[in-house]
């Protein structure tokens, strides 16, 4: 195929007229990537937009030379992050660390841009088919080890179309990614073969493709119209269990600012959050503030008594808490004498929950506590400290709180309810609530703080990812935030009760409890559909690697 590459001595001037056109898909693409996702221009996206979102990277990756291709590649991993992660450069003060960060995302697209290129040297009649499957393993595998990430996978976009995603408690995300991104694909491919470099009229040319395309693009709507009957007939009936009611406290303020006064009085917030709703509804079973809502470390200065000022503010709650006539869920920074990463013993940092329950383990502070097992990578947990100690001490100057991470998934058992509580960044991940259903949990409590971003989109790409977690499971989830989204979620993914954001309030409702919550396949397999589709895209690869040097070996001999 004749991709239109310039020849060697294309003055600059003709190359970026020769490539302007292709500059402009791509970034056509990162705008779409962008706006489908809940974004600065609408915070909850645009989900139909995510069905053709990648048709101009499928196409770009078709067309452009093979010399541009990696750059187009960096360009529009950079370019569709930074739209979609905007909100993320205000959670440091060492910008660089944003930028460095947004560069990374942006340079996995160096590589995945030229492979999925050569899926039409490969597969020269289904090379849209070989990108499809390509794509899937990369953004499966882009949520693995330290640096994993989920923000920005396509099945997310489709948060609130309920019976869209209903298909996760057998495949989680994976399986709706599936379904979206093959529409981009096909989308693609219908352009390319109908229209795109064969001259024909733009009507007389799409009819072309589709036809060309027909039985593929049948097979998606019916599997499509098969997602949707499933959506409406999965979601279980939970109206006759027994049910416990949660408060859910926002204080909209971030803890870590402003010092010990500060604290001091946010303390006064939470309490007084706390103390109006117990108040105006005395049947609550629970309360539930944010993560790191009191971030002095309660157990650590209770017993040590090093600050007198934070001890004090630690002997208030504690004394509040114990007069309480329900039991405290509360994030922490929780401090206790652990080895760390490097095996060194000495007062560990965790980003903890801690369950208070009045009468039994308040004074002296005895809670059972949970330690936040995955944290954000480099503004939360940097392991190589002895390997890159001049980035270490940029991030111990920068506005980070690091931690060490913990190994247990602990359920908590409080007011005839067993849930576990992932901590922020960790409901982002189908795995780790998986882990608390699979010990038993009945429900998930979600902690965060995304005050710092001030962003209604940053909320809602955490929310929309939350969501899911629920659906995987079949469980209900909570979510008491700093600034929102508060809410509760049913385990179908319906949003019953919300908080409006960057408001300080508190939010009561009642989730289900189901004695013994259905293990749906994904609590059974996990993310059986993901390592699959990676599989599949290797396996690809390398097939279509060995056949075509097969053949170049037959010339050649």
Known sequence: MNDGAPGRKTSVLRVFVHTGGYGALILCAAGLFGLAHPNVFTPRGIPVLAYIAYAPVFLGARRIPWKFIAPAGLVYGIAAYWLYGFWFQEFLEEKIIFFAGLFGLGAALLLVFPLLKLCWTLFPARGWLA???????????????????HYGITAYTQWRLTPV?????????????????????????????????????????????????RRSGCIWAACFAA????????????????????????????PWLGGTGAMRRNLRVLLGLSSEALEKEPDIDLVVWPETAFVPRIVNHYRRRTDR?????????????????????????????????????????????????????????????????????????FPYDKQFPGIYRILLGSDTHLW????????????????????????????????FVRNGAQAIVNMSNDAWAKSPACQNQHLSMALFRS???????????????????DPNGRITARAEPFTETYLTGRIPVQENPRRTLYTRWGDWAGVLEAAGAAALLLGGLLKRGKKLWQKTS
Request: net charge negative; glycine share 10%; proline share 7%.
């Open 227 to 254: 997602v949707l009957v499933y959506g409406f007939l999965a979601p279980v009936d939970y109206s006759r269990a027994p049910t416990v009611k949660v408060a859910l406290v926002q204080s909209n303020v971030d």
């Open 471 to 489: 659906v995987e499971n079949r469980v209900p989830s909570a979510r008491s935030t700093a600034s929102g989204e508060t809410v509760i979620i």
């Open 131 to 149: 990108q499809w499957v390509l794509w899937l393993g990369y953004e499966y595998l882009k949520t693995l080890g330290y640096g994993g990430f």
């Open 404 to 435: 060490e991470p913990g190994k247990d998934p602990v359920v908590f058992s409080a007011a005839g309810l067993r849930f576990g509580v992932p901590i922020c960044f960790e409901d982002t991940f189908g795995y780790i609530p998986r882990l």
């Open 309 to 381: 000022d934070r001890f004090e503010l630690v002997r208030r709650l504690l004394e509040y808490i114990d007069s309480a006539p329900v039991p405290f869920l509360i994030g922490n920074d929780h401090g206790e004498e652990a080895y760390d990463h490097n095996n060194e013993f000495g007062l560990q940092d965790y980003n903890g929950a801690l369950l208070f329950v009045p009468g039994k383990n308040v004074i002296p502070p005895e809670p059972v506590v949970y330690r936040k097992m995955h944290l954000v990578p480099i503004t939360e947990y």
């Open 165 to 213: 995603i209903q298909i996760a408690d057998i495949a989680g995300v994976w399986g709706v990614n599936a379904l979206v991104v093959f529409a981009s694909a096909w989308v693609s491919a219908v352009i390319g073969d109908g229209l795109w470099g064969t001259g024909a009229r733009p009507l007389g040319g799409l009819k072309k493709g589709v036809l060309a395309h």
